[in-house]
């Protein structure tokens, strides 16, 4: 394998690896009390099982979470992808280990799907920011921040990306963080398939194209 294949290897096997988060859409692993205040691993809370302070898990199909239709907050909403999905009030939390922690001064995308809760029943609209911390119980340094959402945009697919802080490498916490879009009244917001990824620099896109190229030149 010449240098430049060599090269186009190492891309191909960062690309793989560069997930910090796992379960991002809340599918996998047993969560107690029906889903409400639980969420499942490595999703956490500062308090599993206080419905003051931890995140529910929905589930449409009803097999291992809160129903759509509990409380009226999410009737006739699926699942962006998969069957559950995690729901919560601004005023509580959810975090994650990640797998390792953010390069200072690299760019990264989150994204995520986001759900308002229903109106009908006195929500607001609400919206999602994202922080980071040294530890499950710091005061995350918020990073990025997406637009509110209403009820009637269904699911909305949203992004942003941020700079790593240049103590990126001792904040290995993440947080997901709902909001209200009036800070007097608080509101219910539902997340899903949360995601974040480092943004290529363009050299790098540059030499994984012309490492693909001179592969498939090679192969023909």
């Keep these: ?4 294949l060599a090269s186009v290897a190492l891309l191909l096997t960062a690309a793989a690896a560069m997930a910090q988060l796992s379960n991002t859409g809340f599918d996998t692993g047993f969560v ?18 206080n ?3 931890s995140f529910d898990t929905w589930d449409h199909t009803g097999g291992n979470g809160l129903l759509p239709t509990f409380a009226n907050v999410f009737t006739g909403v699926t699942a962006a992808s998969g069957t559950r999905w995690s729901g919560g009030w601004n005023f509580e939390n959810m975090h994650q280990l990640m797998s390792f922690t ?3 001064g690299q760019q990264y995308t989150i994204s995520a799907n986001v759900h308002a809760a229903n109106p009908a029943i006195g929500f607001i609209p609400g919206g999602f920011e994202f922080g980071l911390g040294a ?5 995350p340094l918020v990073v990025a921040t997406f637009p509110t959402v209403t009820w009637s945009n269904g699911w909305v697919l949203q992004s942003a990306t941020f700079t790593a ?4 490498a001792l904040l290995p916490y993440f947080f997901p963080i709902a909001y209200s879009s009036n800070q007097a009244v608080n509101t219910y917001v539902g997340i899903d398939d949360i ?8 050299g790098s896109i540059a030499l994984l194209s012309s490492g693909l190229i001179l592969t498939f030149r090679r192969r023909r």
């Design 1 to 4: 394998m010449n240098v430049r």
């Design 32 to 49: 107690a009390s029906g889903g409400q205040a639980e969420l499942p691993a490595p999703w956490s809370s500062t308090g599993p099982g």
């Design 51 to 53: 419905s003051f302070i």
């Design 102 to 104: 953010l390069t200072p």
């Design 135 to 139: 530890t499950s119980t710091s005061t």
């Design 165 to 168: 802080p240049s103590n990126a």
């Design 195 to 202: 995601t974040i990824t480092p943004v290529p620099a363009p």
